[in-house]
């Protein structure tokens, strides 16, 4: 599984908050260690707009991820998909509910409104179950 052990696939939820300072502020040192794990080269300059625009909230935690995943190797893309969306499938129903979303995006200290996780989830749910399925979790990483 592309070298990642169990801590690896344990961090990913926690990859971008850095928990020793609580502020929501992205820990680019665990970042870019979890982007190592995965075989991703990310140039350096690259890498540390990404973290400055995030920490300046000019992009948001999707804008984020959607630009990391760009530089995930698209022989481990499915396995990289999986890990991430078994971080926000807390439950292993094989779903992601409006509670996990809203969990997640709490951990990372982006307290969104119950308004803004219906605006996320309107955006991705295709089937209208009112979670994100895997496939729909793919299509909102592509």
């Given amino acids: 599984m592309s070298g990642l052990t169990e801590e690896d696939i344990t961090r990913f939820d926690v990859a971008f908050y850095d928990e020793s300072i609580g502020d929501g502020v992205l820990a680019p040192e665990i970042v870019q260690e979890w982007m190592r794990n995965l075989g991703v080269s990310l140039p350096a300059s690259a890498f540390k707009d990404l973290v400055h625009r995030f920490n300046a909230n000019d992009i948001n935690m999707s804008q984020l991820l959607e630009s990391l995943a760009r530089f995930i190797p698209t022989t481990t893309s499915d396995e990289n998909l999986r890990i991430a969306f078994k971080a926000f499938d807390t439950d292993r129903s094989g779903s992601v509910s409006r509670q996990e979303l809203k969990s ?29 399925d895997y496939d729909e979790f793919v299509k909102l990483m592509s």
Avoid: Q, S, Y
Wanted: glycine share 6%; no cysteine; proline share 3%.
């Fill in 104 to 132: 997640m995006l709490e951990k990372l200290d982006h307290r969104p409104t119950n308004a803004e996780v219906e605006e996320i989830l309107n955006a991705v749910d295709a089937n209208g179950d009112g979670e994100i």
